[in-house]
């Protein structure tokens, strides 16, 4: 295996090496700093105001073109580009020297006065542009409610947004030329697949780098050396760095590992890898799997979804983590593995406490395994935030419900904000196994609440609301299955 | 003409493509240094040392300086009471301590932590009613009286009592504060500042280090936003730049993070408001006594000025026969609020809308029904509290116009339907008005000067006191200049603002913006055209030749020219149908020795409001607007949604109708996140929680009302102002508060008869408890 100490991207069409420590940099600010692409914002350095937000292509769609993803510059360090191609606000009209032709969606913003003050526009111009890769691509159109899904991660403080909508929907895509048509280059592609089959290695006096190409590598460097911090999306990771409350001296993304980027299914198991994204995770259930799609709606923005893993937010073990209480009460499964060999843990008895799993310092998590729903399940998750969208919950609540006519034969629910980790509530599961459904029953459940719940008060809310919530959840759930039944 | 079309904002292009330059985008110089802020460890207390010798020692640092550094460590726009760095009292958790010059951010980041600052800390002043108990009062001022209050209230057939509490507000610019200080040659200094002022920064940049203002210069191309939190308190972080630059002799850059500009910086005051009304079985209102407080933070800053405008606006657009309306600031252990948006007038006005919301509620009517009864009139009750007529009144039709086009009666009969279903949403419906106040409350503000250089090749630069930071003010003025000269808007250029073109200006502020600026560059342009229709007259009409160049003689004001008219890039005299070329005539007054530079000075004319008897004139004019909001409670969660709002503005005759809506947009969704998801959660200790986008929610797209109308009414009454426009910044902000009572309307369905108490914001927390309230 062809080890380099380099990593290659293209910057707006441009080939560029990034050798030395620089590998570190967020990717925002190589280009302002380095680059002098200066129309990329940092704005909140946290993946939350979408200021940052450039466009990468890492793989190639079912065309054999570069397919371009929204994702925030400000999270994202160099050493996750390897082998990506990286479009900037800069990129995005076709500029000669001074002289700009400009793309649909910046002559749209323009049009429909969606600019003022300007410091949000470059974002909301790549988020733009990403949408319209992908709607066009897939041969669908803007509708106001897909252009509104496609911008939640960007804030804007000056227009109210309405401007902005109306710059979206009216796109027309007709008039678009897709970047993935005018950046094609059969060279860089095959040179893409080139450098993501290497591994990177980069040493420096107090930190390194590792991009192992295979499970393999990763495995053996992490029983070599335990305390390697593992990388997949760096979305969580990339905050506590830039907030300087985590130093990461010796790191190792799994990026370039290919078998870990696979999700599949079989009769039981949907099979999700390491350092398959949120996104790719959400695209696949709702081909395959629709019901669990509407799950997951609610879960961050496009550029985070872009990025982040879902295996990154499981091990994160986050008590407000949004995809936790749903993957509990589906009774998922956690695959480690070292080099001595496998296990799995299923998910509840995965969390030990307050952001400790059960999991040997030699151990990868390599992918979860999520049952496949049946036929005759009710599934529900809920989530409260401060804000509806783009928000950190409070309270999240999943329920599922195996039924036999009435009866719940298998009563699985979980509650997340209100303890150290997500909880499954066995006490409460055992009392309404094997009984008739009946809203009455469930708000008997939520009245007894307090005897297994203690929640905290925090700047989300306070133990008071949390305890209010968690309640009115059983009752909001018996309500909508009931409906059902 | 130019004025009245929505032409695109002059940095629209810029803007989208990424080429706009802010502060952060100038290329790093060689030996430019970074300028990274050491705020304070505790709310309260004392600083008995300051220790960066740990940090000295670190490659790439260059200096820590402290209040001991500084010449002249005081500033403040009202009283220069303000550190720049804290020197030995402590006024709130965070305030710059100490400036680190060093390398680089990154190096900034390893260092800062070197740094030791010992306190000897005190217990703090953490919120007004603890202020009010402590007597820490920032300041007073006059109260307005009218009628005899007591004594109606006495014999008023109903009376409520009660508290309308409000919280801050982050101003959430998304440009950080920012600003690069250069040395020059000579001892002077060049400010680059995201300031709203840049007057004020010079001053005090100079001020600090013992300069003369004009060996200062402070230029301002534009803010990534600025909503009023850049107004005053751009000023000393420039000076801290400005104090590096002078130490070091080195360029000198401070760009804040987010996180440090939120802890750091002020806010939109919170307030409590204490009232009593009275009113009569229909809900028209008798009485009113309300006793203001709010919440000045550490220093005095703009407070004074912002609790006046909160004293101006609690009539909201209602006439008070009687009322006695006093106000108070207090001083805390916080953040010295500031500047926001509407400046005191959100507070006051959304005062009156919750007390109408109320006498709707315990009169068991429809609020529409008792702010119609209360509103200002035409010919009668029309005079304000503080005696000021309100001219050429637009209200009663815009509300009535709303009423009908929103189809609220018929809306509402639905949601009171939808509301008897139970099925887990709980929806309500309500209008609020803004009858805000155009001109600075104080009156020497009112004043600008602008610059007007016309170029041989027909082109103009223009330049004023105005800032841009997004509104599109300079796209306003481009738009004023076209139009006198009859030429296109993109044959005039918007000029960075500097204070060595434009000197003694005001801050952009108080939506006087184009109202000032524009009054100038008017008369700067009228100037002009004065000249230059002078010179056409005598080459015409005169018998002097084109092709003879001789000293004309100087212009004879007296002679009415007005027939000479600027049109199509063509100048005609309609009388004698001779005609030239704007361009042809540009070049024969060059040739003839006549200035093409025109420099005007405007004041906003007959303002006169006394501050002894509390009596006049406060405002040039009044800018009006309604909404009617619809909203949906998930009565689950409590949570929020803004299923609909309708807003209809007055602004006289808008320069550029596009641009406004987008500021009548803006504002609305500004207001409604202030009276919502806006919560700023303190610790218990007093320090600030929520100093990022993940704990500090502004409105999202997904908050946007779903279905969002706006409208401008025609209005051409307004001759007070620059081409018959109306200033538009803040006054659509206060519409943010009919989110806030359509919550309240929504309760009420579930209160069972009792008035609803809620605080703003009404985060799903505030509304799931009052809820939970009536079980």
Not at chain 2, 732 to 743: E, F, K, N, Q, R
Request: aromatic content about 8%; overall charge neutral.
């Amino acid at each position: 295996m062809k080890t380099t100490n380099t990593i290659t991207t293209k910057i707006n069409d441009q080939r560029v090496e990034i050798k030395g420590e620089n590998a570190f940099m967020t990717l925002g600010n190589f280009l302002r700093n380095e680059e002098s692409l200066t129309g990329t914002k940092i704005v909140c350095a946290e993946g939350d105001c979408g200021a940052c937000t450039v466009l990468i292509a890492k793989d190639v769609d079912a065309s054999g073109k570069l397919e371009f993803k929204s994702v925030n510059s400000c999270i994202l360090p160099l050493y996750l580009i390897d082998g990506a191609q990286v479009v900037t606000v800069e990129g995005i009209g076709k500029n000669v020297g001074m002289n700009i032709d400009l793309h649909e969606v910046q002559q749209k913003m323009i049009d429909h006065n969606g600019a003022q003050c300007g410091y949000c526009t470059p974002g909301f111009i790549c988020a733009m542009a990403g949408a319209v890769e992908k709607v066009k691509s897939c041969g669908g159109t803007l509708s106001e409610k897909k252009a509104k899904n496609f911008l939640t991660g960007n804030l804007c403080r000056c227009t109210g947004y309405q401007p902005i909508i109306d710059a979206a929907t009216s796109i027309d895509l007709n008039k678009v030329e897709l970047l993935k048509d005018r950046y094609h280059s059969p060279e860089w592609i095959s040179e893409m697949k080139t450098i993501k089959s290497q591994t990177v290695e980069m040493k420096f006096t107090d930190k390194s780098i590792f991009l192992p190409a295979t499970l393999k590598e990763a495995l053996k460097k992490k029983s070599e050396k335990n305390d390697v911090r593992l990388i997949a999306g760096s979305t969580d990771i990339g905050v506590v760095v830039n907030k300087g409350k985590l130093d990461t001296p010796d790191t190792m993304a799994l990026y370039h590992i290919d078998e870990l980027n696979v999700i599949s299914h079989d009769d039981q198991f949907i099979n999700v890898g390491a350092t398959v994204t949120l996104t790719e995770f959400e695209d696949y259930v709702e081909k395959h799997f629709p019901e669990m799609s509407r799950l997951l709606r609610i879960f961050a923005s496009p550029q985070i979804k872009n990025q982040g893993t879902v295996v990154g937010n499981v091990v994160n073990a986050s008590p407000i983590a949004d995809t936790i209480p749903f993957l509990m009460v589906s009774d998922a499964i956690v695959e480690l593995e070292s080099t001595s060999g496998k296990r799995e843990v299923v998910l509840p008895k995965f969390y030990v406490g307050y952001k400790k799993l059960d999991i040997k310092a030699d151990e990868i998590v390599t992918r979860v395994k999520i049952p496949v729903l049946a036929k005759n399940e009710k599934t529900r998750l809920y989530k409260v935030s401060m804000r509806k969208d783009l928000d950190i919950s409070a309270v999240t609540f999943a329920a599922r419900i195996v039924f036999d006519g009435k009866k719940m034969t298998k009563v699985s629910i979980a509650l997340g904000g209100v303890a150290a980790t997500v909880m499954r509530l066995s006490d409460i599961e055992a009392k309404l196994t094997g009984k008739d459904f009946s809203e009455k029953i469930f708000h008997e459940a939520a009245a007894s609440l307090d005897q297994y719940i203690k929640p905290l008060s925090d700047l989300r809310a306070s133990k008071e609301y949390r305890m209010l919530v968690a309640g009115n959840y059983f009752k909001k759930f018996a309500l909508e299955i009931g409906g059902e039944l | 003409m130019s004025v009245g079309k929505s032409v695109h904002h002059d940095s629209a292009i810029g803007h989208v493509t990424g080429t706009s330059v802010f502060i952060d985008d100038r290329p790093r110089l060689k030996n430019e240094v970074f300028v990274g802020v050491i705020g304070a460890p505790v709310c309260a207390g004392k600083i008995t040392k300051i220790d960066g010798s740990a940090a000295m020692k670190v490659d790439g640092v260059f200096g820590v300086f402290t209040a001991h550094d500084i010449p002249h460590n005081n500033w403040g726009t009202i009283v220069p009471e303000q550190p720049i760095l804290a020197f030995e009292k402590i006024g709130y958790i965070d305030e710059p301590v100490c400036v680190i010059a060093c390398r680089d951010e990154e190096t900034f980041n390893k260092v800062k932590k070197l740094i030791k600052i010992e306190a000897k800390e005190e217990k703090p002043i953490l919120s007004i009613d603890e202020a009010i108990e402590k007597k820490s009062i920032l300041c007073e001022a006059k109260p307005f009286v009218r009628g005899n209050v007591d004594e109606v209230l006495k014999k008023s057939p109903h009376t409520l009592k009660g508290a309308f509490e409000c919280g801050g507000q982050e101003h959430f610019y998304m440009e950080s504060q920012a600003t690069i200080a250069y040395p020059l040659e000579n001892g002077q200094i060049e400010v680059h500042s995201s300031s709203q002022h840049p007057t004020e920064t010079q001053h005090v940049v100079a001020h600090a280090l013992g300069l003369d203002y004009s060996q200062v210069v402070c230029i301002v191309k534009r803010m990534g936003g600025g909503f009023g939190g850049k107004e005053s308190q751009a000023a000393h972080f420039a000076a801290m730049a400005g104090l590096v630059a002078y130490k070091l002799n080195r360029p000198a850059r401070l760009a804040l993070t987010k996180d440090d500009d939120m802890m750091m910086t002020g806010k939109r005051h919170p307030f409590k408001n204490f009232y009593e009304v009275g009113f009569d079985d229909n809900g028209l209102v008798t009485a009113l006594k309300v006793h203001i407080y709010a919440n000045g933070g550490a220093y005095v800053d703009l407070t004074p000025s912002i609790l006046d405008r909160a004293m101006f606006h609690a009539d909201g657009c209602y006439y008070l026969e009687n009322c006695y309306i006093e106000g108070k600031a207090v001083r805390t252990h916080q953040h010295s609020n500031t500047a926001f948006r509407g400046f005191g007038g959100p507070q006051g006005n959304m005062t009156m809308e919750s007390i109408i919301e109320d006498i709707a509620h315990y009169l068991k009517k429809d609020s529409f029904e008792i702010r119609r009864l209360n509103l200002y009139g035409k010919e009668s009750r029309n005079v304000t509290p503080y005696n000021q007529v309100v001219e050429h009144n637009v209200l009663p039709e815009l509300f009535d116009k709303l009423h009908k086009d929103s189809d609220y009666e018929k809306r509402k009969a639905e949601i009171k339907a939808f509301n008897e279903k139970k099925n887990g949403k709980l929806r309500g419906l309500s209008m609020t008005g803004a009858k805000f106040g155009i001109a600075f409350t104080t009156k020497f503000l009112n004043q600008g000067n602008a610059l007007v250089n016309i170029h041989l090749d027909g082109t103009i630069q223009v330049s004023t006191g105005a800032t841009e930071m997004g509104q599109g003010v300079n796209t306003k003025m481009q738009q004023i200049a076209a139009t006198c000269f009859g030429i296109p808007h993109t044959n005039v250029v918007m000029m960075p603002t500097s204070t060595e073109k434009n000197h003694n200006t005001s801050p952009t502020a108080a939506s006087s913006g184009a109202d000032i600026n524009g009054g100038a560059v008017f008369k700067a342009c009228e100037d002009l055209l004065s000249r230059l229709r002078w010179v056409f007259n005598e080459l015409h009409n005169s018998g002097i030749q084109y092709d003879t160049i001789k000293t004309m003689p100087p212009v004879d004001l007296s002679v009415d020219l007005s027939h000479i008219e600027f049109v199509d890039s063509m100048v005609v005299d309609t009388k004698t149908k001779k005609s030239m070329a704007f361009k042809d005539l540009l070049k024969q007054a060059y040739l003839n020795q006549f200035s093409l530079a025109g420099y005007a000075f405007y004041k906003t004319p007959d303002l006169g409001f006394d501050k002894n008897t509390c009596q006049g004139r406060a405002f040039n004019y009044f800018t009006n607007g309604a909404a009617v909001s619809e909203v949906e409670i998930d009565e689950y969660t409590g949570e929020l949604k803004v299923l609909r709002t309708d807003i209809l503005m007055d602004l006289g005759r808008p320069i550029n109708p596009g641009i406004d809506i987008g500021q009548v947009s803006g504002a609305f969704v500004q207001g409604m996140g202030w009276v919502t998801t806006e919560n700023l959660f303190y610790h218990e200790s007093g320090k600030l929680l929520a100093h990022s986008p993940t704990t500090y929610k502004i409105p999202n797209i997904q908050d946007t009302p779903r279905v969002f109308n706006v409208e401008l009414l025609e209005n051409h009454t307004n001759t007070r102002n620059v081409m018959r426009s109306k200033a538009v910044g803040e006054p659509p902000l206060l519409l943010g508060a009919s989110v806030w009572t359509a919550v309240k309307n929504a309760l009420f369905y579930r209160s069972k008869g009792e008035v609803p108490h809620i605080t703003s914001p009404a985060t799903n927390e505030v509304i799931l408890m009052e809820l939970n309230r009536y079980e």
